[in-house]
C-alpha cells in the first residue's frame, strides 16, 4: 500500500488535475453565459482548506488512516484510481454537454434549454455522480477518517443540492418533468421497463 508523503504527492496530483480541469472548462463556457460565472467562490473558500487538509494529512496523520502492507490495501488503490478515472471521464463528459448552463450553485441561466444528449440520455445527474464516485475512490485511495468524512458530507450535501435543483428545474424548465420521469437520477437502467416512472 503506498503510504505517506507518496500518498500525499498522489492525492495532490489528483486536486490539481481536478481543478485545473475544472477551471479550463469553467474559462471556456461562462464567455456563453447569459450572467455572472459559474464559480461559486464561497464554496472555493471552504474547498481549498479541505483540500489541503486531505492533501497533507497521510504524510503529517497518518494515525487517522489505515496502513497495511497486505495485498489487498495496493490492490483497494489501483481500484481507487481505476474508479477516479472513470468518475474524471464522466465528469468531463456530462460538463461538455451541460455547457454553460452548469454552476456551483442551484441557478436557472436565461435561455436554458433541457439537456438530453450525452451522459444526461441516460441519466439526471451525471455530475453528482462522478463527484460521489470521486468521494468512493477517493476513500479508496486514502482510506481514513477525513475522507471517510468526505464521503459522508458528499452524499448528504449533493444529495440535498439534487433535490432543491430537480424543484427549481420543474417550476422553471418545459419538459423537465417528464424527463424526470422517464429517466433515472444517478444510475443508468440495465434494462427498459417503459411503463415505470422513475424517481431513484
Known amino acids: 500500500m503506498i503510504t505517506g508523503v507518496s500518498q500525499s ?3 495532490l496530483a489528483i486536486v490539481v488535475i481536478f481543478y485545473g480541469v475544472d477551471s479550463l472548462l469553467i474559462r471556456h463556457f461562462d464567455q456563453r453565459r447569459a450572467y455572472g460565472s459559474s464559480r461559486n467562490w464561497g464554496y472555493t473558500a471552504i474547498a481549498v482548506p ?15 488512516g489505515i496502513r497495511t502492507q497486505a495485498w489487498w490495501g495496493l490492490a483497494l488503490q489501483i481500484i481507487g484510481l481505476l474508479l477516479l478515472v472513470a468518475a474524471f471521464a ?17 441557478e436557472i441561466q436565461p435561455g436554458q434549454y433541457l439537456v438530453t444528449d450525452g451522459p444526461y ?10 463527484y460521489f464516485s470521486m468521494a ?3 476513500l479508496f485511495i486514502n482510506p481514513s477518517l477525513p475522507m471517510l468524512l468526505v464521503v459522508i458530507y458528499a452524499f448528504v450535501d449533493f444529495s440535498m443540492a439534487t433535490r432543491r435543483e430537480e424543484k427549481l428545474l420543474v417550476e422553471k424548465l418545459p419538459g423537465y418533468a417528464d424527463y424526470l ?3 433515472p437520477r444517478y444510475l443508468p437502467r440495465l434494462w427498459r421497463n417503459t411503463n415505470s416512472l422513475s424517481t431513484d
Open 136 to 138: 468512493i475512490a477517493m
Open 121 to 130: 440520455k441516460y441519466i439526471r445527474h451525471p455530475l453528482y455522480t462522478a
Open 50 to 64: 479541505c483540500a489541503i487538509f486531505l492533501i497533507v494529512q497521510p504524510a503529517l496523520f497518518p494515525g487517522l
Open 90 to 106: 464522466l465528469y468531463w463528459w456530462g460538463r461538455w454537454h451541460l455547457g454553460q448552463f452548469y454552476g456551483e450553485r442551484v
Open 181 to 183: 420521469a422517464r429517466t
Open 9 to 11: 504527492l498522489i492525492i
